[in-house]
């Protein structure tokens, strides 16, 4: 069964570090996304991606991050500067069409954990 | 705008109890919506959706009925197993709000033998 797959499964940076977080999302599919859940709390969005430009980002999203399809099988989010409370499961999550988004399929998580 | 607030946890259930998660939604519009089930060390997984009101998503026993009139979305299961425990989340996504999902806090579910 296709899946959506993340690296690293988990990732120790220091505060100030540049950290990527890797996804390949499901082939078929167009429309990817970047979630994240600090420990104990929500399911956050972060970013949806089609067509090789952001269609959609939230509050969260600031200049820090960044996201860039550079091939055509990877989806990666970036944080230039990381700070602790950047320190979060990260999911990255596909789906085939804008109708169907709510039917996303998540990758099992990048956990990250700024010192 | 958008939010789903879900009952706290932990559920703390013997095996082949009867399951409620409770659900309730606010939303613009008729917004679709959807039962995520995250197992311990992996990631969100699709339990079930229902796309307008009255509709009932089920899948591995689980069900849930989109009720329009108290903006609820309960899930239920008649009897759990140990194999069920895992964190729970209702969430939502609506087209005038780019079909992002929105998410509950998530339920946290323990099935003991």
């Known amino acids: 069964e296709p899946e959506v797959t993340q690296t690293p499964s988990h990732q120790v940076t220091q505060m100030g570090q540049e950290v990527i977080l890797r996804c390949v999302p499901i082939?078929?599919?167009?429309?990817f996304y970047w979630y994240r859940q600090i420990l104990g709390q929500k399911v956050e969005f972060l970013v949806s991606?089609?067509?090789?430009?952001?269609?959609?980002k939230s509050e969260i999203f600031d200049d820090q991050f960044s996201v860039e399809r550079p091939d055509g099988s990877n989806f990666t989010l970036k944080i230039r500067s990381t700070k602790l409370e950047d320190s979060a499961m990260y999911f990255c999550?596909?789906?085939?069409?804008?109708?169907?988004?709510?039917?996303?399929?998540f990758g099992e998580g990048s956990r990250l954990t700024v010192l | 705008g958008n939010s789903v607030t879900q009952m706290e946890g932990p559920v703390t259930l013997s095996e082949e109890a009867f399951l409620t998660i409770n659900c309730t939604y606010t939303?613009?519009?008729?917004?679709?919506l959807f039962w995520y089930v995250q197992y311990p060390g992996e990631g969100l997984q699709l339990l079930l959706k229902?796309?307008?009101?009255?509709d009932k998503g089920s899948n591995k026993g689980f069900e849930a009925t989109y009720r329009k009139e108290t903006t609820s979305f309960h899930l239920e299961k008649g009897s759990v197993q140990v194999s069920d425990s895992a964190v729970y989340f209702c969430?939502?996504?609506?087209?005038?709000?780019?079909?992002?999902?929105?998410f509950g806090a998530g339920t946290i579910l323990r099935v003991k033998s």
């Open positions: 999550a596909s789906s085939e069409a804008p109708r169907l988004a709510g039917e996303l399929f």
């Open positions: 082939s078929n599919h167009l429309y």
């Open positions: 991606f089609y067509n090789n430009e952001i269609s959609e």
């Open positions: 939303a613009t519009g008729y917004p679709s």
């Open positions: 229902a796309t307008k009101a009255d």
């Open positions: 969430a939502l996504s609506s087209p005038l709000y780019g079909n992002k999902l929105v």
